[in-house]
């Protein structure tokens, strides 16, 4: 049975970092592109990064871009959002999510495997 969990989420004040992380079992996590996704309350859930299986090929959405680095530790079944210089705008529930095929997209349902998400919250 696939499981995939997020973890790290909680109340920061803008300006500052977080760390996400997302372990994914019951897969072989090495070929698996990992995503990130976030969802605000009456928005639409939108890619915000997104890892190949190589490690070393990585997207961002241009909100993010320069702010959030994300990276993998294939030992580990672990992928790891760090988050810096936090914006009230960066508030959502972030999502996790696996992709058999290797692909980054930026449509949720174009993943195999997703999490149930952590809250982010940013403000003062």
Do not use: H
Not at 14 to 29: H, K, N, Q, V
Not at 67 to 89: C, G, H, I, W
């Amino acid at each position: 049975q696939v499981q995939v969990v997020e973890s790290g989420g909680g109340l920061v004040q803008p300006g500052g970092s977080l760390r996400l992380s997302c372990t994914a079992s019951g897969l072989t996590f090495s070929n698996y592109a990992m995503g990130w996704f976030r969802q605000a309350p009456g928005k639409e859930r939108e890619g915000v990064s997104c890892i190949w299986r190589s490690e070393r090929s990585t997207y961002y959405a241009d909100s993010v871009k320069g702010r959030f680095t994300l990276s993998r530790d294939n030992a580990q079944n672990t992928v790891y959002l760090e988050m810096n210089s936090l914006k009230p705008e960066d508030t959502a529930m972030y999502y996790c999510a696996a992709n058999a095929a290797n692909r980054c997209s930026s449509s949720w349902s174009a993943y195999d495997y997703g999490g149930q998400g952590t809250q982010v919250t940013v403000s003062s």
